[in-house]
């Protein structure tokens, strides 16, 4: 058996050669994405492991079928980049990574809050111009807090375990109900129950047509003064400059944001200095020390990087030997 990966990185390469060590078979890493100028290296692989944001296009995957590779493994979630009449038409078998660490994403968003919560950006600011004062800057408790997680998935009840830890009420919303956190009594109805009692919005919901820009002006509108929001999920959740005129205003108190409605193309990439960073938008949040933006990375752990790594690589070789995954994704 022999696997080609393509588009590995540095920091995911030594958990291919272990994986390859251990298994004993075969992975060819190329450094590049599989697109129409590399996609003949796979000529003689049995399937090829991928990760990348650009699509996976007809063209692409017509040609990488041609060549004999139909066993395709994702190292992430996502395969809405995908193209599925391709991979419908030529009998693609595909599979992805639902959970390669989720409790890296609820780590994050929690350390985040603690941040804005304890004014540690304001706190650094100062003393690196040798102000080691208290005043203004009084700082805020989780344990007082009510937190109102939206989506109750993976993510969410990671993140919910470390909220709880600290002492804070949690409150909930999901589409669908969890039969444990329902014995618990979590779950509030609507989200607008959720925005009237939360202290702290935390977003864990998947991006979908429906929920595009469900924090809006109506949203906001509707939460406590001075509320806290947190968004390592998906850009599109939240309307970008509602945000800004609810920061303006001090309808939130501030925000972590892991993601942006435009971080295509801008996230991962090195402009060189600030003023180079092409989104005023973006720029308007990085500048305010009550808004944290990180660039997706909520995610970027060596343990999950090695669970994308190596879940897609026993995946690849589950399609192999038996043309079928558990993690198969239907199309
Ligand atoms: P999951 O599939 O385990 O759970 C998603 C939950 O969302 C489900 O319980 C579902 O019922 C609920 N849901 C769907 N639509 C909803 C809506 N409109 N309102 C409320 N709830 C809704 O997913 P997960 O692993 O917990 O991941 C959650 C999201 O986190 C992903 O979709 C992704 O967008 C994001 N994510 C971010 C990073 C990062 O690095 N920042 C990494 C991985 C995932």
């Given at each position: 058996?022999k696997?080609?990966?393509?588009?590995?990185?540095?920091?995911e390469r030594?958990?291919l050669e272990?994986?390859?060590?251990?298994?004993?078979?075969?992975?060819?890493?190329?450094?590049t994405?599989?697109?129409?100028?590399?996609?003949?290296?796979a000529?003689?692989?049995?399937?090829?492991?991928v990760?990348?944001?650009?699509?996976?296009?007809a063209?692409?995957?017509?040609?990488?079928?041609?060549?004999?590779?139909?066993?395709?493994?994702?190292?992430?979630?996502?395969?809405?980049?995908?193209?599925?009449?391709?991979?419908?038409?030529?009998?693609?078998?595909?599979?992805?990574?639902?959970?390669y660490?989720?409790?890296?994403?609820?780590?994050?968003?929690v350390?985040?809050?603690?941040?804005?919560?304890?004014?540690?950006?304001?706190?650094?600011?100062?003393?690196?111009?040798?102000d080691?004062?208290?005043?203004?800057?009084?700082?805020?408790?989780?344990?007082?807090?009510?937190?109102?997680v939206?989506a109750?998935?993976?993510?969410?009840?990671?993140?919910?375990?470390?909220y709880?830890?600290?002492?804070?009420?949690?409150?909930?919303?999901?589409?669908?109900?969890?039969?444990?956190?329902?014995?618990?009594?979590?779950?509030?109805?609507?989200?607008?129950?959720?925005?009237?009692?939360?202290?702290?919005?935390?977003?864990h919901?998947?991006?979908?047509k429906?929920n595009?820009?469900?924090?809006?002006?109506?949203?906001f509108?509707?939460?406590?003064?001075?509320?806290?929001i947190?968004?390592?999920?998906?850009?599109?959740?939240?309307?970008?400059?509602a945000?800004i005129?609810?920061?303006?205003?001090?309808?939130?108190?501030?925000?972590?944001?892991?993601?942006?409605?435009?971080?295509?193309?801008?996230?991962?990439?090195?402009?060189?200095?600030?003023?180079?960073?092409?989104?005023?938008?973006?720029?308007?949040?990085?500048?305010?020390?009550?808004?944290?933006?990180?660039?997706?990375?909520?995610?970027?752990?060596?343990?999950?990087?090695?669970?994308?790594?190596?879940?897609?690589?026993?995946?690849?070789k589950q399609?192999?030997?038996?043309?079928?995954?558990?993690?198969?994704?239907?199309?």
């Open positions: 058996m696997i080609i990966a393509y588009g590995i990185r540095d920091d030594p958990y272990e994986w390859s060590q251990d298994q004993r078979i075969d992975v060819k890493a190329v450094g994405l599989l697109d129409e100028s590399t996609v003949d290296l000529k003689g692989y049995d399937g090829a492991v990760y990348q944001q650009k699509p996976y296009t063209a692409v995957l017509d040609k990488l079928a041609a060549n004999g590779v139909t066993n395709l493994s994702l190292r992430n979630v996502g395969v809405d980049n995908v193209d599925a009449d391709a991979v419908k038409r030529n009998g693609f078998k595909v599979t992805n990574v639902p959970a660490s989720p409790e890296a994403i609820a780590e994050f968003t350390t985040q809050l603690m941040r804005l919560l304890r004014r540690t950006p304001t706190f650094d600011r100062k003393q690196a111009n040798g080691l004062r208290w005043a203004p800057d009084i700082a805020d408790e989780l344990n007082s807090m009510t937190v109102g939206v109750t998935g993976r993510i969410g009840r990671a993140a919910m375990k470390i709880q830890g600290f002492g804070a009420k949690v409150i909930a919303y999901d589409v669908f109900h969890n039969p444990e956190l329902e014995k618990q009594g979590i779950y509030v109805d609507t989200m607008d129950e959720l925005y009237a009692q939360a202290d702290v919005i935390s977003l919901a998947p991006a979908t429906d595009t820009h469900m924090l809006n002006d109506e949203s509108g509707k939460m406590k003064d001075g509320v806290w947190l968004n390592p999920a998906r850009g599109a959740l939240i309307d970008t400059d945000l005129r609810a920061l303006d205003s001090g309808k939130v108190a501030g925000a972590a944001l892991d993601v942006y409605e435009d971080e295509v193309g801008i996230f991962n990439a090195d402009f060189g200095s600030f003023d180079a960073i092409p989104d005023e938008r973006l720029k308007n949040l990085l500048k305010r020390e009550n808004v944290l933006v990180s660039p997706h990375i909520a995610f970027y752990t060596r343990t999950a990087v090695k669970n994308m790594v190596q879940f897609a690589l026993n995946n690849n399609l192999i030997e038996t043309g079928k995954a558990e993690n198969e994704v239907a199309f």
